[in-house]
């Protein structure tokens, strides 16, 4: 089955910083990346996702690479700001079978300092 | 509208009881997952029902269940619970019952054997 792992477990970083949020996959059929922001005590929140057939997809201050052929996503956050402080999974999955299966990285604790 | 909504949101267990916990999806969603999100780790995929079937099945064991009712609704069963069974137990859904739509999350149930 499919394996996501995510470095670094925690990040730190000073406001106005980029933070950078790195991902491998191992099974060459994952076609689709989500990645979720889940704050403490909450429910995880779709920030951004990535499908197979583009390399970067931006929204604002934050953006996503993909690299198939090295089977490894990035999350890009830049102008950071301290209500970005949370922890973030990656998470990857195949779109194109019978079930919907996310797979997650065990996440990433980033605090944004003033 | 309203997001996915679970129930209760606190429970406390003793080992070897059971439990059920419920899940509205959004409304017109007719694809649910339950996640298992352990403290300090990333939710790991249980169970997924589509239109009332179920899509798919995790590593876990036979003591967990699940059943998706025809108001798309659901419910997530363990049995004979164990201490390693505490976790944040998380539904979602998606419009669809593959990888093409974005999986919503609810809050969670958080559950406590002890």
């Known amino acids: 089955g499919e394996n996501v792992e995510q470095h670094p477990s925690t990040l730190s970083v000073q406001e106005g910083d980029s933070a950078v949020i790195k991902c491998t996959y191992s099974d060459s059929a994952s076609n689709y990346f989500p990645w979720y922001k889940q704050e403490l005590g909450k429910r995880p929140q779709l920030i951004i996702d990535i499908r197979s057939n583009v390399g970067e997809k931006k929204d604002q201050r934050i953006a996503v690479t993909l690299n198939k052929t090295a089977k490894h996503f990035s999350l890009h956050i830049t102008e950071t700001q301290p209500e970005d402080s949370a922890v973030y999974f990656c998470a990857a999955t195949y779109s194109g079978g019978s079930n919907y299966k996310l797979t997650f990285g065990k996440g990433t604790l980033l605090t944004v300092n003033p | 509208d309203a997001g996915v909504t679970q129930s209760p949101t606190h429970l406390i267990k003793t080992r070897g009881q059971h439990v059920t916990l419920r899940c509205s999806p959004i409304s017109g969603h007719k694809s649910v997952s339950w996640y298992q999100q352990v403290l300090g780790q990333g939710p790991q995929f249980i169970f997924q029902?589509?239109?009332?079937?179920?899509?798919g099945r995790g590593n876990f064991p036979d003591r967990f269940s699940a059943r998706q009712f025809p108001n798309y609704s659901s419910e997530l069963n363990v049995n004979a619970l164990l201490l390693g069974d505490s976790a944040l137990y998380l539904c979602a859904s998606s419009s669809t019952g593959v990888g093409n739509s974005p999986l919503h999350f609810g809050n969670g149930t958080r559950l406590t054997v002890t």
């Open positions: 029902y589509y239109e009332k079937e179920e899509r």
